[in-house]
């Protein structure tokens, strides 16, 4: 089974620039994340689609960031302009659905998309 | 506001003797709690988890323990091996709908020498 597929793997960017990042989620997976990983720190939510409707963004700095899921399937990350904060990496993760005790551990993450602003 | 902490950022430890790693939660709602894998330039991949009506959950070398009184959770590797060697995120869920989401914590770097 193909895992999560992410790219570009590496972007760097000057700030005030527009970059964006792609995720095809595992096949046949409905919930699909968003998250962004600062050095140092944990992987924080960014946003949550259900198929292609929007269940969680209150952690997107909608001023600079956007996320698309039109067809329910693979989701567009978009920053523009880029800060210099906004150097992580950004992970893509997806899982069956997020209802029901027994799928709760089964959210696959990608390798992630490495975000350098300078 | 962390709602996950894990307040060791590194940790090193011998091969073949035990690692343990904690984490620390203040949210009272959380019921469902997992442990993360990851390595250099891969995601995180999914370890061990453990329900909030459970006190132990064990996997092979792996063995995650809740104590929900202190609002604490532990990871027990035993014995650990050089590719045991990641950083492992601690991470908590709430509720069962389609807005649940994972909150993790800020991961802590093991190191296994040998």
């Known amino acids: 089974e193909a895992g999560v597929a992410q790219s570009p793997r590496y972007k760097i960017i000057e700030k005030r620039q527009s970059v964006a990042f792609w995720c095809n989620p595992i096949?046949?997976?409905?919930?699909l994340y968003w998250y962004q990983q600062i050095l140092g720190q944990g992987p924080k939510l960014l946003i949550q689609?259900?198929?292609?409707?929007?269940?969680?963004d209150s952690q997107l700095p909608k001023d600079r960031f956007s996320a698309e899921r039109l067809k329910g399937v693979d989701s567009t990350l978009k920053i523009q302009p880029a800060k210099l904060e906004d150097s992580a990496v950004y992970l893509c993760?997806?899982?069956?659905?997020?209802?029901?005790?027994?799928?709760?551990?089964?959210?696959?993450f990608g390798e992630g998309s490495w975000l350098t602003v300078v | 506001d962390q709602q996950v902490k894990q307040n060791s950022p590194s940790l090193s430890v011998q091969e073949g003797r035990i690692s343990i790693l904690n984490c620390d939660y203040t949210?009272?709602?959380?019921?469902?709690f997992l442990w993360y894998k990851k390595y250099p330039a891969e995601g995180p991949t999914f370890l061990i988890s453990i329900s909030s009506i459970k006190d132990k959950n064990e996997d092979g070398r792996f063995t995650v323990f809740l104590n929900k009184s202190a609002k604490h959770l532990s990871l027990h590797i035993v014995p650990s091996q050089p590719g045991d060697s990641a950083v492992y995120f601690c991470a908590a869920m709430t509720g069962y709908s389609s807005a649940s989401k994972i909150i993790f914590g800020s991961g802590t770097r093991l190191s296994i020498r040998p």
């Open positions: 949210n009272s709602m959380f019921d469902y």
């Open positions: 689609f259900q198929n292609n409707g929007v269940v969680d």
């Open positions: 096949s046949g997976h409905a919930t």
């Open positions: 993760a997806s899982s069956l659905d997020a209802t029901g005790i027994s799928i709760r551990n089964t959210i696959y």
